[in-house]
């Protein structure tokens, strides 16, 4: 479902501009999303404010930071009050956490059915996130599970919470 104004739990879907934003594309499209118009995703949280990862860690900011932005807030239509309070209490966990591009090179073997052993576990292990597996991992945490093809939170982009949340 989508909401024009964002409410505690919610996903926000936007645009990255330059280099950074096309690498983003590419890597979606290589995982089978296309060439989506979102390469960013954070976490709604209370007191209008969001968490999001990027590439110096994972950090609370002011929901304010995108009011010049275009953003597209989603959420899956069973969420309750109770889940979005789990949702955004689970987030006080990954404050923090770094960010890895090297995540976006997992999807892509993991899409294009290539076997590098050991290569999830490694991922897992280095505690590194980028923004929609982040998003994915919250909700997990606060037992909603978005995805019902029991993909983990490791394989989720912006392109695949967009393509879930707005069908």
Known sequence: MIHTRPQPGDIGLTQIS??????????????????ADYQHAFLVLPDDQLLEAEPGGARVRPLASYADSRVLYV???ELSPAMRADICAASDRYVGVPYSFLDYAAIATHRLHLTVPGLRRYVAATGHMICSQLVD?????????L???GRW???????????????
Request: glycine share 18%.
């Open 153 to 167: 939170p490791g394989y989720v982009t912006p392109g695949a919470l967009h393509g879930l949340l707005t069908e």
């Open 18 to 35: 330059g280099t950074t934003g096309r690498l983003i594309r590419l890597g979606q499209w290589l995982n089978g999303n296309g060439f």
């Open 147 to 149: 995805f019902d093809d």
């Open 137 to 145: 991992q919250c909700y997990q945490d606060a037992g909603v599970h």
């Open 75 to 77: 959420y899956p239509p």
